[in-house]
């Protein structure tokens, strides 16, 4: 691709990811304004709203898989894995947002993202690992249950809008949980 | 309304109920064949598919806030808060199946199933003050953070169809965080 349209492509995904983060019901006309390029431009691009939304869903996992790869060197694995958990929580309403706009477009994410998708959960893993050996998780702790509550979570903080002073509380007692019982 | 027709009602309610459950997509002339009844009998009673679906919201969660009613009185108050719980996470796939076809029919909750909801969330937040006094649940924590993890786990134990023994397991690290600090 031209370093031209390779700007307008990552100028159009910005937008996208931005306008569907908040209204999952926008058009794509709605997109191509905010990137400042012509309706035909985004249709070069991406010929269908399904493909664009896609594309803007893998951004997105591929840049979570990448915080949490490096987060694996951190030297703090305690505060590495609880950190990229909090970020995932707090990021997860535009991403949500753009998940659910692709199931009301009668899609489910495609072969990128599941990919993108599975590369994210393989990182989140080595953090969890690095994180129970240092003693800041639980041992007792496997990755499907772990998973389950950053979903859950995600969720959760969603649902209702929640505000990020309830959603802390929430995740401070979750992360209670998570944590090894005291010894002693 | 007469009591043959009442028994119709009630008959359609909890064919609904199991047909929706599992299959969101499925069709009134579907519930109609499951409860024994002609679709004309169906349509009197819920004259729109989104009606049916929001009186077996409804009847769901009236039955989840008489059930959070009767633990009120169970003498142990932790036993009675968690057992809750766990009861609605346990149920949560096929509520959600039944929330999403209402959203998917372009509608959301309506009055009624706003209502009986409200009353759930009452009598749940009476279980978690009655296990809070009781030291089951920590005092530092406040209804909506609790209530969001109640939708949180709902969804996560639902967003894999999560297999029972990673859901209890899920509930396990819960509630280690609900509970107090071991003092001492």
Do not use: C, W
Request: hydrophobic share 45%; aromatic share 6%; charged share 25%.
């Amino acid at each position: 691709m031209r370093a031209d349209a390779q700007d307008n492509r990552n100028r159009i995904l910005a937008a996208a990811e931005e306008i569907f983060g908040r209204t999952p019901g926008a058009s794509t006309e709605d997109v191509a304004k905010q990137a400042g390029v012509g309706i035909g431009t985004v249709f070069r691009h991406f010929p269908t709203k399904v493909e664009l939304l896609e594309a803007v869903l893998t951004v997105r996992l591929e840049r979570l898989r990448d915080r949490a790869t490096e987060l694996a060197d951190e030297p703090d694995a305690g505060a590495a894995f609880y950190g990229f958990f909090s970020q995932v929580v707090a990021e997860a309403s535009t991403k949500l947002a753009i998940s659910e706009a692709l199931v009301a477009s009668g899609s489910a994410a495609g072969e990128t993202a599941r990919s993108a998708g599975a590369g994210m959960r393989e990182a989140f893993g080595k953090l969890l690992s690095r994180a129970q050996q240092s003693n800041a998780v639980r041992a007792d702790a496997d990755f499907p249950e772990v998973y389950a509550l950053l979903i859950g979570a995600s969720r959760g903080a969603t649902a209702a809008g929640l505000d990020p002073a309830v959603r802390d509380k929430m995740l401070d007692i979750l992360y209670d949980g998570l944590r090894p019982a005291p010894t002693g």
